[in-house]
């Protein structure tokens, strides 16, 4: 009877606690966020031009100037991305008896101020929180303050506080320099505090509704597997999933040898064009010169007859000097050789843009006649070459 008693128990605990998360998992309007949004912002503003500004950032009786009505309006588009634009313009007046410009005013002075900024959203950094949004800007404007017009660059700080999804309160703080010190203009700070609100609205989950939404499609998945005959379904799945495999496996071999049989035509027609060239041998130099003689003349016109019957056909041409002479001389004496080389092909109807070139002086001999080596003239003759080397073909 007792164990009767426990499993009823049991039943209705698991059917309880079932409902309760299932209606735990319905999507509310808690679960949605604004994204993007025009807000229009009514409110106060206060000025500190005191150029005392941290010194005496709370003494607001005799560096702060405000006027007891509305005296800022607002009007800003956010996107998505957490940028917003916004224009402002705001009134004020500077206070009898005031510190403004670090001196003592004897007489009210109108303040106006006209300005547009970018900011950005900090939420899309530390995350949404729903009813607080701090955010960072910068702008520029335009100022008449103590009668004096000055453009400013700005920097702003604030927050919002939503409480609901079209009203709330923005506070910020906007540090204003002058674009130019001429009159003794100084910088100030304008504080704002005001009633925004929020229309245009576009809305999208936020990211406790996007875990709720892809645990409830989850949930249902897992429902209609359950419904669903698992062996045949899996069965079914398995040999659609082998006969794709086997497919793909299939498809991916032809490709494979018809790559393989591409490339290895290519390197026979590669490897026959190097034979050829390396064939004719290299072009040799008398020394000190950069002349082409008639013997190396013989394997240039040969190399132009390659170089017309294949159209496609790009060359290297590397030219180089054995180790007697200074490094520098050699150098030139290389880049001679590599240009005449180059220009002899040209003057036989090859393209210039088909030859590349390369001289390198005597950094690459083909034997051991250096500079610390003594070596027969015939030795040091096998260095005072061009060489051919296939780039395209």
């Known amino acids: ?234 069965r079914l799945k398995e040999e659609a999933l082998l006969a794709e495999q086997l497919k793909k496996q299939k498809e991916q071999d032809a490709l494979a040898a018809a790559e393989k049989e591409r490339l290895d035509e290519l390197n026979r027609k590669k490897q026959a064009i190097k034979s050829r060239i390396e064939q004719l041998g290299n072009v040799y130099f008398d020394l000190n010169s950069s002349y082409v003689n008639n013997d190396s003349k013989k394997v240039l016109n040969a190399m132009a007859e390659i170089f017309e019957e294949i159209p496609s056909l790009k060359l290297k041409i590397t030219s180089h000097t054995d180790s007697r002479g200074t490094s520098n001389y050699n150098d030139w004496l290389s880049e001679r050789r590599v240009t005449r080389t180059k220009e002899y092909l040209v003057s036989k109807g090859v393209v210039a843009e088909r030859i590349m070139t390369e001289a390198y002086g005597e950094q690459r001999l083909l034997n051991e006649c250096d500079d610390n080596t003594s070596c027969p003239a015939e030795k040091h003759a096998i260095n005072r070459r061009s060489e051919f080397e296939v780039i395209e073909f």
């Open 1 to 234: 009877m007792k164990t009767s008693n426990f499993l009823t128990f049991l039943l209705f605990f698991s059917i309880g606690f079932s409902a309760i998360a299932q209606e735990e998992l319905q999507i509310t309007s808690k679960d949605s966020i604004v994204q993007s949004s025009w807000i229009l912002g009514i409110g106060l503003n206060a000025v500190d031009d005191s150029g005392n500004v941290f010194d005496g950032i709370f003494n607001v009786g005799q560096e702060w100037n405000i006027v007891p009505y509305p005296s800022r309006v607002s009007i800003g588009r956010y996107f998505k991305s957490g940028l917003g634009v916004e224009a402002i313009g705001s009134y004020n007046r500077y206070m009898k008896g005031n510190t403004i410009d670090e001196e003592i005013i004897l007489e009210d002075i109108p303040y106006y101020a006209f300005d547009g900024r970018v900011t950005y959203d900090i939420n899309k950094i530390i995350g949404q929180t729903g009813w607080f949004d701090p955010y960072i800007g910068v702008g520029i404007g335009y100022t008449d303050a103590n009668n004096e017009g000055r453009g400013t660059y700005n920097a702003v700080v604030g927050f919002r506080t939503w409480f609901s999804d079209r009203w709330g309160l923005d506070f910020s703080s906007t540090g204003k320099w002058a674009m130019t010190t001429s009159n003794e203009v100084t910088n100030h700070i304008q504080h704002a505090a005001g009633v925004v609100y929020q229309f245009g609205i576009e809305k999208g989950l936020s990211k406790r509704g996007e875990e709720k939404l892809a645990l409830m499609a989850a949930i249902e998945k897992e429902k209609q597997r359950q419904r669903d005959s698992i062996n045949e379904v899996n």
